[in-house]
T-cell receptor
Framework: AQSVTQLDSHVSVSEGTPVLLRCNYS??????LFWYVQHPNKGLQLLLK??????LVKGINGFEAEFKKSETSFHLTKPSAHMSDAAEYFC????????????FGTGTQLKVEL | GAVVSQHPSRVICKSGTSVKIECRSL??????MFWYRQFPKQSLMLMAT?????????EQGVEKDKFLINHASLTLSTLTVTSAHPEDSSFYIC????????????FGPGTRLTVL
């Protein structure tokens, strides 16, 4: 079975400061890992994905995540937060043996303050 | 990027009525479509997977007779909530995938269902 845990339900940062959204996963097989962002009343947008290539993955809007197998983590970071980054972020895991079904974490609400 | 639309974006209905939600892939052929449900402050839960021209595969605990899914064409899937009750009120999101199972899923904007 696969699962994903997002350790923080809410994160608040000041504009211009770094962002760290934490995610730990559990998977019996080599996983694919994703981060999606959901703005209010909008569809989910893929930020980045890890699929067994480079462990440091760069995504859109300046976000990146590092796959650490020893820690079973895939934390999302951004050097400098922008007001437009305020949204809900989901860490997602899938694996080939499971038909590539996506298993979502519970989400982290990111708030960016002036 | 690929675009997926949903209609309607919001629907309010009376208890006992049926509601149909459409999911369309606008600029690609979706061989597989997925339906998710998201309760307030919770994550997305996969309800069912449908392949064009085949019966949908439902996740454990999802009533197939209550949530009817039709994927009759490569660009359209529908979810019908039959005899809706207040506990069915939720945010329903579809996604669509073209071709192989490791391809990216593209998500629709969701449909807010409120059952009175």
């Amino acid at each position: 079975a696969q699962s994903v845990t997002q350790l923080d339900s809410h994160v608040s940062v000041s504009e211009g400061t770094p962002v760290l959204l934490r995610c730990n996963y559990s998977s019996s097989y080599s996983p694919s890992l994703f981060w999606y962002v959901q703005h209010p009343n909008k569809g989910l947008q893929l930020l980045l994905k890890y699929t067994s290539a480079a462990t440091l993955v760069k995504g859109i809007n300046g976000f990146e995540a590092e796959f650490k197998k020893s820690e079973t983590s895939f934390h999302l970071t951004k050097p400098s937060a922008h007001m437009s980054d305020a949204a809900e972020y989901f860490c997602v895991v899938s694996f080939t043996g499971g038909g590539n079904k996506l298993t979502f974490g519970t989400g982290t609400q990111l708030k960016v303050e002036l | 990027g690929a675009v997926v639309s949903q209609h309607p974006s919001r629907v309010i209905c009376k208890s006992g009525t049926s509601v149909k939600i459409e999911c369309r892939s606008l600029d690609f052929q979706a061989t597989t479509m997925f339906w998710y449900r998201q309760f307030p402050k919770q994550s997305l839960m996969l309800m069912a997977t449908s392949n064009e021209g085949s019966k949908a595969t439902y996740e454990q605990g999802v009533e197939k007779d209550k949530f009817l899914i039709n994927h009759a064409s490569l660009t359209l899937s529908t979810l019908t909530v039959t005899s809706a009750h207040p506990e069915d009120s939720s945010f329903y999101i579809c996604s669509a995938r073209q071709g192989l199972s490791y391809n990216e899923q593209f998500f629709g904007p969701g449909t807010r269902l409120t059952v009175l």
